[in-house]
């Protein structure tokens, strides 16, 4: 499964598409040059029981430590995701 990622004006996504259709998103707004704010997680039900979701809270996390950004994650699923894997703390505002 290959996550893609697109950004416009201070918005974007990371996202999993297949033939032009979104199957799963994460949206977050860039609410200071170094704060994503990660808004909705959505997944299709043809992907349900996947770990998609979890897949994409971890490239945006992964995207923060690149590019040396803290999440807050407002979208109660990346929350709950959050509050599971410690690992990932380093990158939360």
Not at 44 to 52: E, I, P, R, T, Y
């Amino acid at each position: 499964m290959v996550i893609q990622h697109k950004q416009l004006h201070g918005k974007g996504m990371f996202y999993v598409g297949q033939d032009g259709a979104i199957l799963a998103e994460m949206v977050y707004t860039m609410t200071t040059p170094t704060k994503m704010t990660i808004e909705h997680t959505e997944v299709d039900d043809s992907l349900a029981g996947k770990g998609v979701g979890k897949q994409l809270v971890f490239t945006a996390v992964e995207y923060a430590r690149t590019h040396n950004i803290k999440i807050v994650p407002l979208c109660p699923f990346a929350k709950s995701v959050f509050d599971k894997v410690l690992e990932w703390h380093d990158v939360l505002a």
